[in-house]
């Protein structure tokens, strides 16, 4: 199955709705999405963010971006 193309922008909303969706108790978090050589596609978050994260809002992130992986790769 061929992957749809996405802006960063997008896959980024996409992987905040999903974590909101999945019960993340962390506010607000600032990530950005950005190519990677490994995977495609990687979630980077800010100093501020990934301190506020608990071990399940980060086990959650990194499930997100394995199911996201699966359907979407980024626009170049």
Same mark, same amino acid.
């Given at each position: 199955m061929a992957?749809?193309?996405i802006s960063s922008?997008?896959?980024?909303w996409l992987i905040l709705e999903q974590l909101k969706d999945g019960?993340?108790?962390t506010p607000r978090i600032s990530l950005a999405? +950005?190519? /990677?050589?490994?995977h495609g596609w990687r979630a980077v978050l800010a100093a501020r963010s990934r301190r506020l994260m608990t +071990?399940? /809002?980060?086990r959650?992130?990194?499930a997100v971006q394995y199911r996201l992986r699966l359907k979407?790769?980024?626009?170049s």
């Open positions: 992957k749809k193309r922008v997008d896959l980024g019960g993340s108790r999405v +950005v190519p /990677d050589d490994k +071990v399940e /809002d980060e959650e992130l990194a979407y790769e980024l626009r």
